[in-house]
């Protein structure tokens, strides 16, 4: 993995800071807003509308982040970054936190110095294919061509699958998403493969959107979620609760529309998500009512994902393994008490 080795080469101790220097929290407090590596463009996760505002699901995370230590989602810094370029912005302080539709694999998790802190999309590698090409299913493939970000898992399990079938295929790499789909228009490839979810946004940025269909098959396990470095367990304990408190409130009901008249909720559950009882707030070293900032300013999960992916945009992708674990789906918050 071309990234793992250059974080190697480099010296993963010589990129992170020093034990003595601040926490992140602190750092955070001290310069007002939050720095968050995102992608340089992928449509429902993380890219800038036409008025340069950055919007989608890993966007809304950030923002949840920012509203739950500065009691405000707006004082984010995003810094759009390459998969070449991401861990290393990371591991040398460049960025907070990273929330850039990243997977977690054991590699990543244990030699670069970084911790993942959940799973906000479980996700995983199909096809986009042009419908001229009469392909129906990935096991017609033999022989196409790629287009590929580089730097991703993406490369590694597109060669898996093809030696596990038999199959022979041939890659044309790029640095950003956005270059892949300009690949795939301009006919220097049969074929787009990455994360399910972002070839539907990256379909999106077609002439003709619906020219174009992702293939049925799944070929990999892609949970994505944000990641941290390693040796400040504080900012790791409040990114993964300000993500399971996006959970949380869309399990007890709670919305940016309600959260205000949830505060006098009897329920002892909303009462320790709110603050209003217990000392969740105190316990991550933030005000009490993080969690309300987190709802009232930027919403619960089921709220962002419909807004930004789901039935509410422009890729109405189904909820799937990202619903709730008591409608089908694979996400569950920790218990917040």
Same mark, same amino acid.
């Given at each position: 993995?071309?990234?793992?080795?250059?974080?190697?080469?480099?010296?993963?101790?010589?990129?992170?800071?020093?034990?003595?220097?601040?926490?992140?929290?602190?750092?955070?407090?001290?310069?007002?807003?939050?720095?968050?590596?995102?992608?340089?463009?992928?449509?429902?996760?993380?890219?800038?509308?036409?008025?340069?505002?950055?919007?989608?699901?890993?966007?809304?995370?950030?923002?949840?982040?920012?509203?739950?230590?500065?009691?405000?989602?707006?004082?984010?810094?995003?810094?759009?970054?390459?998969?070449?370029?991401?861990?290393?912005?990371?591991?040398?302080?460049?960025?907070?936190?990273?929330?850039?539709?990243?997977?977690?694999?054991?590699?990543?998790?244990?030699?670069?110095?970084?911790?993942?802190?959940?799973?906000?999309?479980?996700?995983?590698?199909?096809? /986009?294919?042009? @419908?001229?090409?009469?392909?129906? *299913? %990935?096991?017609? =493939?033999?022989?196409?061509?790629?287009?590929?970000?580089? &730097?991703?898992?993406?490369?590694?399990?597109?060669?898996?699958?093809?030696?596990?079938?038999?199959?022979?295929?041939?890659?044309?790499?790029?640095?950003?998403?956005?270059?892949?789909?300009?690949?795939?228009?301009?006919?220097?490839?049969?074929?787009?493969?990455?994360?399910?979810?972002?070839?539907?946004? /990256?379909?999106? @940025?077609?002439?003709?959107?619906? *020219? %174009?269909?992702? =293939?049925?098959?799944?070929?990999?396990?892609?949970?994505? &979620?944000?990641?941290?470095?390693?040796?400040?367990?504080?900012?790791?304990?409040?990114?993964?609760?300000?993500?399971?408190?996006?959970?949380?409130?869309?399990?007890?009901?709670?919305?940016?529309?309600?959260?205000?008249?949830?505060?006098?909720?009897?329920?002892?559950?909303?009462?320790?998500?709110?603050?209003?009882?217990?000392?969740?707030?105190?316990?991550?070293?933030?005000?009490?009512?993080?969690?309300?900032?987190?709802?009232?300013?930027? &919403?619960?999960?089921?709220?962002?994902?419909?807004?930004?992916?789901?039935?509410?945009?422009?890729?109405?992708?189904?909820?799937?393994?990202?619903?709730?674990?008591?409608?089908?789906?694979?996400?569950?918050?920790?218990?917040?008490?």
């Amino acid at each position: 993995m071309k990234v793992t080795k250059i974080a190697l080469v480099l010296g993963i101790a010589s990129l992170l800071p020093s034990l003595s220097s601040a926490s992140t929290l602190e750092q955070v407090t001290k310069k007002g807003a939050l720095n968050c590596g995102v992608s340089t463009g992928i449509p429902g996760f993380s890219a800038t509308d036409s008025k340069g505002v950055w919007k989608g699901l890993d966007v809304d995370l950030c923002r949840s982040i920012a509203a739950a230590v500065l009691g405000d989602a707006e004082k984010v810094k995003y810094i759009p970054l390459t998969a070449k370029e991401r861990f290393t912005a990371l591991q040398s302080g460049e960025i907070d936190v990273l929330v850039r539709s990243t997977t977690w694999t054991a590699t990543r998790d244990t030699s670069l110095g970084l911790n993942f802190a959940g799973v906000n999309y479980y996700d995983g590698q199909g096809f /986009l294919v042009n @419908k001229k090409l009469g392909v129906k *299913s %990935a096991k017609e =493939l033999d022989g196409a061509t790629f287009c590929i970000q580089a &730097g991703t898992t993406t490369e590694l399990n597109l060669t898996d699958y093809f030696k596990s079938t038999g199959m022979e295929y041939k890659a044309v790499t790029y640095d950003t998403s956005g270059q892949t789909i300009d690949g795939f228009k301009n006919g220097r490839c049969d074929a787009v493969t990455s994360d399910a979810s972002q070839l539907y946004g /990256l379909k999106q @940025k077609l002439n003709d959107p619906n *020219s %174009a269909i992702v =293939l049925p098959e799944i070929i990999s396990k892609e949970p994505l &979620g944000p990641v941290v470095r390693q040796g400040d367990d504080d900012w790791f304990n409040i990114v993964r609760w300000t993500f399971y408190a996006t959970l949380e409130a869309e399990e007890l009901g709670v919305t940016k529309a309600n959260v205000d008249t949830q505060l006098k909720s009897e329920n002892p559950s909303i009462k320790r998500l709110l603050g209003t009882s217990g000392s969740a707030g105190e316990d991550l070293g933030l005000k009490a009512d993080w969690a309300y900032q987190i709802i009232k300013q930027v &919403g619960n999960y089921s709220e962002s994902f419909d807004a930004n992916v789901g039935k509410d945009s422009p890729l109405n992708i189904d909820r799937g393994l990202n619903n709730l674990w008591n409608k089908g789906g694979l996400m569950y918050s920790m218990p917040i008490r």
